[in-house]
């Protein structure tokens, strides 16, 4: 069936690093594909996503790549900062509808 | 606020009881999901509505779940005689009618605690 890998955390920077977290997925057809985020005490929201190979999802600096490829959408940023500490999760969304997720990967951002 | 609101935010049970979830999505949102979110995991999906009608269903989904959408608006979870490992968080969302791409917009969770 349909999923979704992503590296594990937690993942540690000092603000203004480079930040990668890794995703692959593994899926019949052509999904679209999502990045969400939990920040503490919050729920989940969306943050970036793309809906076919090659578009970039971007925002609040983030990108991402659908990579059919490599079966990719790893997620990017050039300088983070202290407030971008979350959980960061990749989802696939099939034909369903329904959002299939990664573990989650946790990101902690030092100033 | 016009978001998804789920109620109870938390809920402690002991191992048998029987306990209920309510969701009530963003209005005019047709499209309704639950999932279930483990410590130190991703949410899994659990059920989908599409205004009253339940279109999916998963095989986490056992005998003693249930889900409703009566009127299409907002939903239920029940859990029948819980078991310790029916504790997690219990997340919904919902979208908004037309393209299936559609954004899921998250409430903020019932944590559920069996003891």
């Known amino acids: 069936g349909d999923s979704v890998t992503q590296m594990e955390g937690p993942v540690t920077l000092s603000e203004e690093a480079f930040l990668t977290i890794n995703c692959t997925y593994t899926?019949?057809?052509?999904?679209?594909l999502f990045w969400y985020v939990q920040y503490p005490g919050e729920g989940l929201q969306l943050l970036l996503k793309?809906?076919?190979?090659?578009d970039k999802g971007s925002n609040k600096g983030f990108e991402a790549t659908y990579r059919k490829e490599t079966t990719s959408f790893h997620l990017e940023k050039g300088s983070v900062q202290v407030s971008d500490s979350a959980v960061y999760f990749c989802?696939?969304?099939?034909?369903?509808?329904?959002?299939?997720f990664g573990q989650g990967t946790e990101l902690s951002v030092k100033p | 606020d016009t978001g998804v609101s789920q109620d109870p935010r938390h809920k402690i049970t002991k191992r048998g009881q029987n306990v209920t979830f309510r969701c009530d999505p963003i209005?005019?949102?047709?499209?309704l999901y639950w999932y279930r979110q483990t410590l130190g995991q991703g949410p899994e999906f659990l059920t989908y509505?599409?205004?009253?009608?339940?279109?999916?269903k998963s095989r986490l989904l056992s005998d003693r779940f249930s889900a409703e959408r009566p009127k299409g608006s907002f939903s239920t979870l029940e859990i029948q005689r819980t078991e310790q490992g029916d504790s997690a968080m219990y997340l919904c969302?919902?979208?908004?009618?037309?393209?299936?791409?559609?954004?899921?917009?998250f409430g903020p969770g019932t944590r559920l605690t069996v003891l």
């Open positions: 509505f599409q205004n009253e009608a339940q279109l999916e």
């Open positions: 989802a696939l969304r099939n034909q369903g509808g329904k959002l299939i």
């Open positions: 209005s005019e949102h047709n499209r």
């Open positions: 969302a919902s979208s908004p009618p037309g393209l299936a791409d559609n954004e899921q917009f």
């Open positions: 899926a019949t057809g052509y999904p679209s």
């Open positions: 793309a809906t076919k190979a090659d």
